[in-house]
């Protein structure tokens, strides 16, 4: 996910055309500069998220055209481990980690009969804190 910041006005009637037009001229740009060093934007890979309030409408655009292949808008995605949904509430990166979380607990639990107590804590924190910490500055 490459964050781009484009902030408009949905009251004026060009408005949302101009901020479209600029969001593909962006990614045309990234494009043409990872193709100059020899990367690949991967397009099929490539998600677009609208992150709003609850008090801006959100535009009611659906995909985008970059290059030869049509982006998708969703509802959240992930970055370096990080859900972020079109909100910023986080609940979805929150519901990830508690699910993960309880998954690595219940394995934990299988086997604890067999591990000391430094074991244990070895790997409650290698698992589980290493995981809570993930993206806390974000939370922050």
């Known amino acids: 996910m490459i964050p781009v910041d484009l902030s408009y006005d949905f009251r004026g009637g060009d408005a949302e055309a101009?901020?479209?037009?600029?969001?593909e001229a962006c990614a045309r740009e990234i494009g043409n500069w990872m193709c100059c060093n020899t990367l690949k934007l991967n397009g099929d890979k490539s998600e677009l998220l609208f992150i709003g309030s609850q008090y801006r409408l959100r535009p009611l655009l659906s995909s985008l055209t970059t290059g030869c292949s049509v982006v998708q808008s969703s509802a959240s995605t992930r970055n370096l481990g990080v859900v972020l949904d079109n909100g910023l509430t986080f609940e979805k990166?929150?519901?990830?980690?508690?699910?993960?979380?309880?998954?690595?607990?219940?394995?934990?639990?299988?086997?604890r009969s067999y591990l000391s107590e430094e074991s244990t804590i070895a790997l409650i924190h290698a698992y589980i804190t290493c995981r809570l910490n993930n993206g806390n500055a974000l939370l922050y």
Do not use: M, P
């Open 18 to 23: 101009l901020a479209v037009s600029q969001v």
């Open 93 to 111: 990166h929150i519901s990830a980690i508690c699910k993960l979380a309880f998954y690595h607990l219940r394995k934990i639990a299988k086997i």
